[in-house]
């Protein structure tokens, strides 16, 4: 798919899309030149707001090469939206069902066919306090070792500032005008895990290597040095869930050691009831 081969459908998406980009947002676009020509490539993109695949599309077609997102399949289901996902081309993920490697196969199928793919690795908008990619999913490794095509990675800042992730408020925050920032870097090298059985081990080491390399374009683009090691929410998941569990332990042995005090508790204020009554007798 060469740079001018946009067609209708997205060049129509632009034309809706790309007026308010414009007027509402300052762009700051880098290292657009290691996007390729020609042939299909997969981006692993970074994640950290639900406004900026709009960022990251209006950067990517001025490349002149349009992407394909995985995207989740129910916005494909109906109305202007599932439309116009079905008329880009857009892949939809069937999550937890069994055609769920079905979009893997065809990001295979559009990268043979010499289109680009994006790929979100984090899979949802990155938990990390700070807003670092936090360790990626293996879908991106999948598609690459067995397409072998070039990986570039992308890191973006300054939609979250528009529409922070997870904020009570769901509302944009226009003003001051804010700048959107996108950096393209130079293809990771996989070509050591090029030929390796795709263990679990592997593909780990390759997502790792991915996601390491879109850390290093978003610490230049936020002039500051990246976590040594990536956000795991997996981990944080796992705590939450013992500690969920503990607490419900605790509770239970507690009302465990309380349960015989009870009637004892009861016996002890029918005496005192009872004397009181006395009492008041003599």
Known sequence: MSRRRIGFWYRLAAVICKPPLLVLFKRDWQGMEHIPADGGFLTAVNHNSYLDPLSYAHYQYNSGRVPRFLAKAGLFKG??????????????????????????????????????????????????PEMWPMQGKTGAARVALLTMAPVIPVAQWGANDVMPPYAKEKKLRLFPRKTLRVKAGPPVDLSAFYGKEPTAEVLRAVTDTIMAAITEQLAELRSEPAPAEPFDYRKVIARERRAAREAAKAANATAAADAPAAPAARTQQVRSTQQAQEDESK
Request: charged share 25%; with cysteine; proline share 4%.
């Open 79 to 128: 109305g202007f939206v599932g439309l116009m996902m079905r008329r880009l081309g857009q892949i939809p993920v069937y999550r937890e069902t069994t055609d769920a490697a079905t979009a893997f196969r065809a990001a295979v199928a559009a990268i043979d066919k010499g289109e680009c793919v994006a790929f979100y690795p984090e899979g949802t908008l990155t938990r990390d």
